[in-house]
């Protein structure tokens, strides 16, 4: 059974903490309305493409996973700009809410999901506590990659988690 790479969408797929004037290189820009957007005007998006080129190969190691608020609407919004096929997608219990320990609220979630099976996980708001938490509480492998969201995931990224998958 191949591990999980566990995918957020704000953050690592979408620099939304870059410059707001200054789209980064190889991002196209997107304007999207998914259900739990209740702003006036639409949601810019920003992704690279070749992000889901990067995805598609990783799925030889992983299977690939949504972590992210947008839930199964991701498949909606995000997979298709990416190339990406309908991805399962974690169906957070409660959203933004207490977590032990001083973790991210998805944490907690996170090790429900992967229920003892070796997981990667990319997200923007990955922490020491987290580190520590997934430690001691998951007994199988795992690699948890705080992506910048002012970057969103690069090269040395998608290399880290190929090197990891294969040393499994």
């Not at 957007?37 to 799925?59: C, F, I, S």
């Not at 809410?97 to 990319?122: D, N």
Request: proline residues 8%; hydrophobic residues 45%.
């Amino acid at each position: 059974m191949k591990p999980l790479l566990l995918i957020d969408v704000d953050g690592p797929l979408n620099p939304y903490a870059a410059q707001a004037t200054r789209r980064p290189a190889g991002y196209t820009t997107h304007h999207m309305r998914p259900s739990g957007w209740t702003e006036t005007k639409a949601l810019r998006v920003w992704l690279n493409p070749e992000h889901g080129v990067e995805l598609l190969a990783l799925a030889e190691w992983f299977d690939l996973v949504w972590a992210t608020t947008w839930k199964g609407e991701a498949n909606d919004w995000i997979g298709p700009h990416l190339g990406l096929p309908e991805l399962p997608y974690i169906d957070w219990p409660q959203m933004h809410g207490r977590a032990p320990r001083g973790t991210f609220w998805k944490t907690q979630y996170i090790l429900e999901y992967a229920a003892g099976r070796p997981f990667a996980w990319v997200d923007d708001d990955i922490t020491a506590f987290d580190h520590e938490w997934v430690d001691e509480k998951h007994l199988a492998a795992a690699l948890l990659l705080h992506v910048d969201p002012q970057i969103g995931l690069i090269r040395p990224d998608f290399d880290a988690l190929a090197d990891w998958a294969a040393a499994l």
